[in-house]
Each structure stands twice: as structure tokens, then as C-alpha cells.
């Protein structure tokens, strides 16, 4: 692998986080879980040499693949040059309005997409932005497909006791679930770490909460690791320890709990709580 990257003049650059799937399997199967369709649009962050995107090519409607790396688009354009259906564009996907882009989409595919789907082998130093990004850009995915360090992973699916900032922002929007693993043996250059895929079902309607005052809450619970929720939402919120606990008994959350030990539905009612007595604004 590392000599005929080298004949096409590609180096993996560690400054990106540069990791190439070399298994094509393994490629095949991480298409298999978007479950994309002839009429589906299908979003793909870093395509790196390609692995994934013909793949994906072959089963969606369109494909718009955005690679950072200047450098790889000419091989990109190499491998896709006999499939019309994909728009290679270069730039940084944390900075992409996806909107603007499905709609370009459209444009060129000729009529409307059944289903937005998103797949990504993700570099591990964007993982958090990245799924934040495209969580919040505004358009009503159906599945969302990411290959992440599998640490990350099992962060996102956990469960009371041992939720993070992370697994609630992930599950406020939607529902993981860590489909497998992948060894470091199937890339190149091999990462030190084992890798996983992660699929992400937006949730069909959004929870009934100020979603900006619902971060804002959940942030100060997660403010100082391992400190009972009476301390973390004072210091947050700029309130007294007394109202804190006030807040959190009347939410029927025992302020001595932990924030790791909240679920999604408990952090909703003590926002709207909080919101409704206009304990913040």
C-alpha cells in the first residue's frame, strides 16, 4: 500500500489524522448500515482514496464527497472518473453548509432525494465538531454512519451512571448505536487505536425544549467532573448552592447526584423547569 500511494504521489499526512481503509469489505459494509437508495443523497466527509465513495456511488442517487486535502483530488478524480452521480468538492466539511449543498444536489440530480444520509471515516481530532456539525445543520437526515475511535463510540451509546457531555449532546438528537469494530490492520497507516462504526438515527420529532437553554444546563452539569449537580449548576447557572438545590428537588433530581447519572428526559425536564420559572433567560 505504501508504495503505490507513493507512485500517485500521496503522502497520509499525521498533521490531518490521515488513517486510509484498505478493506474493502469492511468499506462495503460500512455503505451496508446507511442503508442508501437509488433516490437518496449521500454526504461523505473525508473520502480520503476513495474506499467508501464508490461504493456509495453505486447505490445512491448523489454523492457529495468533501475532502480537506487538497492534494488527494486528483487521485479522487482518478478513481470516480467513470461515475456521474458524484461532486468532489475540497474544503473543510466543519465549515460546510450542508443545506446550501443538498440543494445544489437537487439540482444537478434533477428532482427532490427520498432520504439524506451522512458517512464519514472521520480523523479522531474532529469526531466531537464534526457530529455536532452535522447534527445541527439544519436538514432532516435519515441515518448518519461514522468510523470513530471506538473510545469515542462508547461514550456516545452509554447509559446512566456513565453519560458524558458528548452522549447527551449526540442523544439529543438522535439514537447511536455501535454497529462494530475495526481493527487497525485494516488501515493505512495503522492508528493506534481500534476503531468502530457508528450509526446515528435522528430522532422523527424534536424534543420540546429551548435547545440552546438545554446545552446551557447541561454544560454547567458536566462544568466540574465528578461534583454533585447542587455544585456544578450553581457555578454554571450563577446561582446560590440554595436555589441549585431548590431547582433540582422541584425537577425531582436529588441534588446530590452526579451529572453522568442523568438521562436525556431528566436534563429536558429540569431546562424546561428552569426556563418555565425563569431561572435563566
Given at each position: 500500500m505504501s508504495s503505490r500511494?507513493?507512485?500517485?504521489?500521496?503522502?497520509?499526512r499525521k498533521s490531518l489524522g490521515q488513517?486510509?481503509?484498505t478493506d474493502d469489505a469492511t468499506a462495503r459494509r460500512i455503505v451496508d448500515a446507511a442503508e442508501i437508495g437509488r433516490e437518496d443523497l449521500a454526504f461523505e466527509i473525508g473520502p480520503g482514496l476513495g474506499a467508501l465513495t464508490v461504493h456509495l456511488a453505486r447505490r445512491a442517487g448523489w454523492v457529495v464527497a468533501i475532502e480537506l486535502d487538497r492534494a488527494l483530488i486528483p487521485n479522487l478524480q482518478r478513481e470516480l472518473a467513470g461515475l456521474g452521480n458524484v461532486a468532489i468538492i475540497q474544503g473543510d466539511a466543519l465549515e460546510a453548509d450542508?443545506?446550501?449543498l443538498a440543494h445544489e444536489a437537487e439540482q444537478a440530480f434533477g428532482r427532490s432525494f427520498a432520504a439524506i444520509r451522512f458517512v464519514a471515516n472521520l480523523p479522531y481530532y474532529i469526531t466531537s465538531a464534526a457530529i455536532r456539525h452535522i447534527l445541527e445543520c439544519g436538514?432532516?437526515?435519515?441515518a448518519i454512519v461514522l468510523t470513530v475511535q471506538t473510545e469515542v463510540a462508547e461514550r456516545v451509546v452509554a447509559h446512566p451512571p456513565d453519560m458524558s457531555l458528548l452522549a447527551v449532546s449526540v442523544q439529543f438528537y438522535g439514537k447511536p448505536e455501535l454497529l462494530f469494530k475495526i481493527p487497525p490492520q485494516q488501515f493505512y497507516p495503522q492508528p493506534g487505536v481500534e476503531s468502530a462504526v457508528l450509526r446515528i438515527r435522528p430522532h422523527a420529532h424534536p424534543f420540546k425544549v429551548n435547545a440552546q437553554a438545554f446545552f446551557r444546563v447541561v454544560k454547567a452539569g458536566f462544568s466540574?467532573?465528578?461534583?454533585?449537580?447542587?455544585?456544578?449548576l450553581a457555578a454554571g447557572l450563577g446561582?446560590?448552592?440554595a436555589q441549585a438545590e431548590e431547582i433540582l428537588l422541584a425537577s425531582g433530581i436529588e441534588p446530590d447526584r452526579r451529572a453522568e447519572t442523568l438521562g436525556i428526559v431528566e436534563w429536558i425536564g429540569l431546562t424546561n423547569f428552569i426556563m418555565s420559572n425563569k431561572f435563566i433567560s
Open positions: 500511494l507513493k507512485t500517485r504521489g500521496i503522502v497520509p488513517n486510509f481503509l450542508f443545506a446550501i436538514l432532516r437526515s435519515t466540574q467532573p465528578r461534583k454533585q449537580l447542587r455544585n456544578t446561582t446560590s448552592k
